[in-house]
């Protein structure tokens, strides 16, 4: 059965810190894993990842994939509150067209 | 309109009534994708389109559920005779081409309260 497991479920950090999330899967034949940031409704799109070792990076937001070992990182730097809120990670298996949700990282950045 | 907007945003019911929820996709996107999320759960798949069809309807939890696409464009999501259960925020997503690199864009959702 195709899942997604992410890690921590929860983190609270203060403004300033750095966090790692993660994101860890087993689906048959990968095409793609998105990260999402949901703070009160709609989860809005971070990254999309189809190729290991590429960082994609959006100002202090990167991340990149691990093919090989099936996973992939979220890292946040310099945290604000802002930042605050449920962090999703999906994987697309080829031919589905199905997004496949982890639980998420809930992250609560105190000032 | 520039976004997915999605209609009621809160709908309290009893239970063993029907509801209908509705999703406005982004203009364009071919694809339309309905997902449900329980309190802190992840978001469960229930139906995706592409066009007017629905080639995988695997994750609608019961016959209670379906779900229509008119116009390539407004998706319903319709729940017959309510349960407790299905109580959750039901996300509607749209995306350019479905799948195949494309990410999801969402709805601000509906909340689904059965009493």
């Known amino acids: 059965e195709d899942k997604v497991v992410q890690s921590p479920l929860s983190l609270v950090v203060h403004e300033g810190d750095t966090v790692t999330l993660n994101c860890s899967y087993e689906?048959?034949?990968?095409?793609?894993l998105l990260w999402y940031k949901q703070e009160k409704k709609a989860p809005t799109f971070l990254f999309m990842l189809?190729?290991?070792?590429i960082e994609k990076k959006s100002g202090r937001l990167s991340s990149i994939l691990d093919k090989k070992e099936l996973f992939s990182i979220l890292n946040i730097t310099a945290t604000q509150t802002g930042d605050s809120a449920v962090y999703l990670c999906?994987?697309?298996?080829?031919?589905?067209?199905?997004?496949?949700f982890g639980t998420g990282t809930r992250l609560k950045v105190l000032a | 309109g520039a976004g997915v907007s999605q209609s009621p945003s809160n709908k309290v019911t009893e239970k063993g009534k029907d509801v209908e929820l509705r999703c406005d996709p982004i203009?364009?996107?071919?694809?339309l994708y309905w997902y449900r999320q329980s309190l802190g759960q992840g978001l469960e798949f229930l139906i995706y389109?592409?066009?007017?069809?629905?080639?995988?309807k695997s994750g609608l939890p019961s016959d209670r559920f379906s779900a229509e696409r008119t116009g390539g464009s407004v998706s319903t999501l319709t729940i017959q005779r309510t349960q407790q259960e299905d109580s959750a925020v039901y996300l509607c997503?749209?995306?350019?081409?479905?799948?195949?690199?494309?990410?999801?864009?969402f709805g601000n959702g509906t909340r689904l309260t059965v009493t």
């Open positions: 997503a749209s995306s350019l081409w479905g799948g195949l690199n494309s990410p999801l864009h």
């Open positions: 689906v048959t034949n990968f095409r793609s």
């Open positions: 189809t190729s290991s070792g």
């Open positions: 999906a994987v697309e298996p080829s031919g589905t067209y199905k997004y496949i």
């Open positions: 203009s364009g996107h071919t694809a």
């Open positions: 389109f592409q066009g007017n069809s629905a080639p995988d």
